[in-house]
């Protein structure tokens, strides 16, 4: 194939690649948000490198642009672009009925970050259409810095190396010589923090929302684009390592095989097809 990104592929290509027997499509979804010191888009960034990757590993395509998922505690920051788990579930539903009109059959969703919405979708999507959407994410391996409360592994590896292997350039990542690497991060609030502890173990889930954007914060700021190339080899060969480690084709094999039992179960119960 060309490209692996359904985004920059030709209709000519979507359809050689659907006439060849091959059905996959995995789906970055994430936010545009406030992170410290990242640029607004390092969630969806993260989720299209994941994305492109897992899409290259089991010869699939990637769906790399939809940037304004639910983007959770973070309202607070200009820069943050709002929107609701409602609103992501409802895209979603048409946006992935496109998909599978078009032809493709097993459709694997990559979030950006936390998704609550997701669950409720992949439930309504399967018994509505009788296909089975599945949230993906290959982690990989990195070394992290010994710097409590600074920058993580997504900060200093993967920030790079999504912005270079999606982006191609470098006026996408902060690069300046005279700063500190790492960018603050402040503690939660004690209500917030207390209350989210508190819900946890009854299993359910706190709606975050931050007092200071800096509890939201981190991010790291590159010495030079030599060094940001440096890192970015790092974390694309840690992603990519990662994605061969899953087992993405077996994932794919038994998705056939459920979905093929779900034809049947529908034509045996044909209630199943009113839901």
Request: hydrophobic share 40%.
């Amino acid at each position: 194939m060309r490209t692996h990104i359904y985004n920059k592929m030709t209709a000519q290509e979507v359809e050689e690649y659907l006439a060849s027997g091959r059905d996959t499509v995995v789906v970055a979804a994430g936010p545009t948000e406030i992170h410290g010191e990242s640029p607004l888009d390092i969630e969806n960034a993260m989720a299209q490198l994941q994305a492109v990757t897992i899409a290259e590993t089991i010869d699939a395509v990637a769906v790399i642009n939809l940037p304004y998922i639910y983007p959770g505690g973070t309202a607070i920051g200009r820069g943050t672009v709002w929107t609701t788990e409602l609103q992501n579930y409802d895209f979603s539903m048409q946006f992935c009925k496109s998909l599978v009109d078009q032809g493709f059959k097993k459709i694997l969703i990559v979030p950006g970050h936390g998704a609550y919405w997701l669950p409720f979708f992949i439930r309504d999507f399967y018994d509505k259409y009788h296909i089975h959407p599945v949230e993906v994410r290959v982690n990989a391996q990195l070394p992290r810095d010994n710097i409590e409360g600074g920058v993580t592994t997504m900060d200093k590896f993967l920030d790079s190396a999504s912005m270079i292997k999606i982006k191609q350039q470098f006026k996408n990542i902060h690069i300046d010589p005279d700063a500190d690497q790492r960018g603050v991060v402040l503690s939660n609030d004690p209500a917030l923090r207390e209350f989210a502890d508190t819900v946890r173990p009854f299993g359910g889930v706190a709606a975050l929302a931050f007092m200071d954007r800096r509890q939201h914060g981190g991010g790291y700021i590159y010495k030079s684009e030599e060094e940001a190339m440096e890192l970015a080899e790092i974390g694309m060969k840690a992603m990519e390592e990662g994605a061969k480690k899953a087992d993405l084709q077996g994932l794919l094999d038994d998705l056939d095989a459920y979905q093929a039992y779900t034809k049947k179960l529908a034509e045996q119960n044909p209630r199943f097809n009113k839901l």
